[in-house]
């Protein structure tokens, strides 16, 4: 089954059982296909921005120090 | 003694009348440990009511006072706590039935900072399951109902805090704000809410959810109160590495007058897809604000539409860190279905999505810092809607459709991802009369312009002076 951004159940199960360890019930795969296809849609989304110049912001950056 | 009010009651007037020995907090303790008692069946604030532990604080705290030893406005006062913030010897749940028996052997900072100031700690609130949720549905311990209307949801997931709060079930609450979670029960039950500046508040003894993004703050019923609370428990703390070492202001000597002040509107993101009564109610607001002396203009903050998914990357991303060893055995059985979801969603996050929504958070913080250069404030609404229904999954604005939960979290992501500081405070209520909510957001570190405009705003209406009919 593959949703919107191409990733189908059996490559997450692949996945989840041999990188992540997380455990996902059968009866749940379903919504999870749902969530992650618009989770990696939205991240999609963030290429329209600029960034080749731009790092992370840390912590210490978020508290207002090493700017 | 004379006979309390609770519902008419403020940290502010309660805490003069308890300096004075007019009010004793046995009386004050008592007087809310009744009315929890009458109320909470109804509205589910409370996980666990700490009525013994409050009853000898507050015999301790009126024997002190009788003895001239009044430490403060926090003095023999209720306070509740998010029941995410850890009590030495007191059951924290995190509202989960993972930590349902969990008991810390310490206080959190913050509670420690409370205890020091004199409040009564009365118990611990109701929430989203470990935070992560912006209904405070809650499949263990029972949903908070929103006191205006208990058909309706109350925000989360500091939820049992904000009812509380309303329902005068207690004088003041903590919350915890990681993608809204103080300033969105806080505008859907009409409180007022504070999110501070990432690292003026300790976090050290708070549950986490993304460490990057958490911070604790008050949930009130007005600004005067807001700053009582935030006085008494902001300040450095080494135990938490993201605290900053600043001299904490003196709050509560709000300057009360908006003059010289210049406000930004975000129009181009902020009313967008906004509910007609919303708009129309902050619209007044700044109105209001124009009328006290302060200069209002549009600004632009180009890239805030990226803000809320930058936001939810991380954290999704750190809470699944968080939660990866619940996640990996058995006990993923024990989170409520939603809850398990989003933190297993969160696993697939790469650390290349991580580092790009860090990246993206670089920029729209910088963006911010030079709107403020050129403003004091921001000033927005807190939601785009209303309270919605408990069972509503969707909400449609203007033809468009969306998430609940992205409805109640879009404009509120933006200054968690920033860091800086953001309140909530009534503006109005809908014709199903249901309250609506004015956010300012500052600078880093300025919670004090953002108290002034909203106490400017405060003293020019009423609608904080509302109650809920219980």
């Known amino acids: 089954m593959k949703k919107g951004i191409g990733i189908g159940k059996e490559a997450l199960r692949t996945i989840s059982e041999g990188l992540t360890e997380v455990k996902v019930d059968e009866g749940e795969w379903e919504e999870m296909l749902v969530r992650v296809d618009e989770l990696l849609n939205n991240i999609k989304a963030l290429d329209e921005m600029e960034l080749s110049q731009v790092g992370p912001a840390f912590s210490y950056n978020v508290r207002g120090e090493g700017e | ?470």
């Open chain 2, 1 to 470: 003694m004379r006979g309390i009010d609770l519902e008419s009651a403020t940290i502010e007037g309660l805490s003069e009348l308890v300096r004075k020995k007019e009010v004793s907090p046995v009386e004050v303790t008592r007087a809310t440990l009744q009315r929890i008692e009458k109320y909470d069946g109804e509205v589910k604030a409370f996980i666990t009511v700490t009525s013994e532990e409050a009853l000898d604080f507050a015999k301790k705290a009126e024997a002190s006072i009788v003895r001239g030893g009044y430490i403060g406005p926090l003095h023999g006062i209720p306070i509740g706590l998010k029941d995410i913030v850890f009590t030495k010897g007191i059951r924290t749940t995190c509202g989960s039935k993972i930590l349902a028996d969990y008991i810390p052997k310490e206080d959190a900072t913050v509670v420690d900072r409370l205890r020091r100031a004199g409040a009564i700690l009365i118990g611990k609130l109701n929430l989203h399951e470990f935070a992560f949720g912006a209904t405070s549905v809650n499949p263990h311990y029972g949903t908070p109902r929103n006191p205006w209307n208990g058909q309706c949801i109350p925000g989360g997931s500091s939820g049992g805090s904000a009812v509380a709060v309303a329902a005068s079930l207690c004088l003041g609450a903590l919350g915890t704000d990681t993608g809204g979670s103080i300033r969105i029960p806080s505008s859907l039950c009409g409180i007022v809410g504070l999110k501070p500046t990432y690292g003026r508040v300790s976090s050290y003894g708070v549950y986490p959810l993304s460490w990057s993004q958490d911070h604790v703050g008050p949930m009130v019923k007005t600004v005067k109160d807001a700053a009582i609370l935030l006085g008494s428990i902001a300040g450095h703390d080494p135990r938490d590495p993201a605290s900053r070492s600043l001299p904490v202001p003196d709050y509560v000597s709000i300057r009360e007058d908006v003059k010289g002040l210049r406000a930004g509107v975000p129009s181009d993101y902020y009313f967008e897809n906004c509910d007609t009564e919303v708009r129309d109610s902050v619209m007044k607001a700044l109105e209001i604000l124009k009328d006290a002396g302060m200069a209002v203009e549009e600004v632009t903050i180009p890239h805030l539409r990226h803000a809320a998914t930058a936001g939810l990357v991380i954290l999704m991303a750190e809470a699944a860190s968080k939660h990866e060893h619940y996640l990996k055995g058995n006990q993923r059985k024990e989170y409520g279905r939603d809850v398990r979801g989003l933190l297993q969603t969160g696993t697939f996050i790469t650390a290349a999505h991580y580092l790009k929504a860090q990246r993206v958070r670089s920029v729209i913080r910088k963006e911010f810092l030079k709107a403020f250069e050129i403003v004091d404030v921001l000033l927005t609404p807190g939601l785009p809607i209303p309270a919605p229904g408990l069972e509503q999954d969707s909400v449609t604005i203007s033809g468009k459709t969306e998430t609940v939960r992205s409805a109640l979290t879009r404009l509120m992501r933006p200054y968690n991802l920033a860091g800086i500081p953001a309140m909530v405070i009534p503006c109005g209520f809908s014709k199903s009369g249901l309250p609506v909510a004015l956010q300012i957001a500052g600078r880093p570190f300025e919670e004090s312009t953002i108290l002034a405009v909203a106490q400017a705003y405060e003293k020019q209406t009423r609608w904080h002076l509302r109650r809920p009919s219980m």
